[in-house]
């Protein structure tokens, strides 16, 4: 059984950082991992995908700010925020699916396995 659980959001100033992980569970070698985010009215979208190998892609809106890394011996993805922008508020999720699996990394769909979320919230 996958399970995917996320910590580490919460309340932050524009300009500030924080930490997400997802701890996994049940899938991690093998596979692709992502962070998505959907905001208050507005549809999920992509935030940074890493392979199995260990490389990374980014949305346009956040590369430069953002880095996703995985630990394969501790199974946990973590997206470390910089810079944080107001418009960065969002509740932020895990998803992984199977390396062999098809689909844009941006792609929500393509991935069958999510966590519950955690949120965070940008104040200016």
């Known amino acids: ?43 999920r979208e992509a935030v940074a995908s890493i392979d199995s190998a260990g490389r990374t892609v980014y949305a346009d809106s956040v ?21 944080l922008k107001p418009e960065d508020t969002a509740m932020y999720y895990c998803a992984a699916r199977w390396s062999g699996v098809s689909g844009a990394w941006y792609s929500d769909v393509s991935y069958p396995y999510w966590g519950q979320g955690t949120q965070v919230t940008v104040s200016s």
């Open 63 to 83: 590369k430069g700010r953002f880095t996703i890394s995985r630990d394969n011996a501790k199974r946990t993805l973590t997206l470390q925020m910089d810079s």
């Open 1 to 43: 059984q996958v399970r995917l659980v996320e910590s580490g959001g919460g309340p932050v100033q524009a300009g500030g950082s924080l930490t997400l992980s997802c701890a996994a569970s049940g899938l991690f070698y093998g596979s692709r991992m992502g962070w998505f985010r959907q905001a208050a009215g507005k549809e």
